[in-house]
C-alpha cells in the first residue's frame, strides 16, 4: 500500500478527483491512502487570536508574484513526516525533472519493494534484507509565485515538472502523479492487462453501437474488429 501526502492550499480539487471512478476504488481496496495537509492550517496567529494571518508574502528583492511562506509549508511536511516510514518528498516546479511513465512505474515498483533478484542479491551481498521500500510519498503543491526555497533546503526533495507549461499550482501535478503511479499498481486497474505497456495498444477504439447514426450518416466500425480473426486484429492494431 502507497501512502500519498497531499501538501496544499486547496485540498478539493485533488479530493474530488479521487472520488470517483478508478481511484475511488483503489481508496476502498486499500491499494492506496491518501491524507491531505493545509499549511493554512498552520498559518501564523495574528496579534488578534480569533485570526490567521496569510500564508503568503511579497517577495524579497521584488516581483510581481506573492510567495508562500516557509513556516506554514515546514509545520505541514514535518506533520506527513510523523505518519511516514520510508518516504520521499516531492517538490513541483515547472523547472523539475520531468515526469513520465518510466517515473510512474519507478515509484509503484519501489512501493510494491525491491524485485526478487534484487532481495537475494541484497541478502547474498549484505547478509541481511534491506528494506528499502516506498511506502509514503509527500507531494507538496505550491500556488502564486512558489513557496520560500528553504522549505527545500530544510526537507529535501525531489523537483518535478509535468510538462513545459506553467500551471497556477501544483494540484494538477499531485493528481497527475496520483494517477499515474496508482494505475501500475497490481489491482488498481479491473484487469491489470488494461496497461498499454504490457501489451500491443491500438490507437483507436470502438465500442458498440456498430452502426453509429449521426445527423443522416452512417459511421461503421472497422470489419476486422468484428472478423473474430485474432491475428487480423492484432495485425490492424498494430498498424494503428
Ligand atoms: N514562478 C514559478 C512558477 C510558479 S507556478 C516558476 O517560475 O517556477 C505555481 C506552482 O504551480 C508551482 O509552485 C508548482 O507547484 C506548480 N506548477 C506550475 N507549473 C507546473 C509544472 N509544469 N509542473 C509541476 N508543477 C507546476
Known sequence: MLHFHIISLFPETVKAYLEESILKRALKKGLIKVSFYNPKDFAPVSHNPELKEPVDDRPFGGGPGMVLKAEPFLKSIEKALKKSKNFEIVYFSPRGEKFNTEMAKAFAQKSLGEKEENKIL?????????????????????????IDSRVQEIYPGREISVGDYVLTGGEIPAMILIDSISRQLPGVLGNFNSLEEERISAGKYYTRPEKLRWKGKVYEVPRVLLSGNHKKIEEWKREN
Open 122 to 146: 541484497t541478502f547474498l551481498t549484505k547478509g541481511f534484507w534491506k528494506n528499502k521500500k516506498l511506502t509514503d510519498l509527500i507531494l507538496v503543491s505550491g500556488r502564486y509565485e512558489g
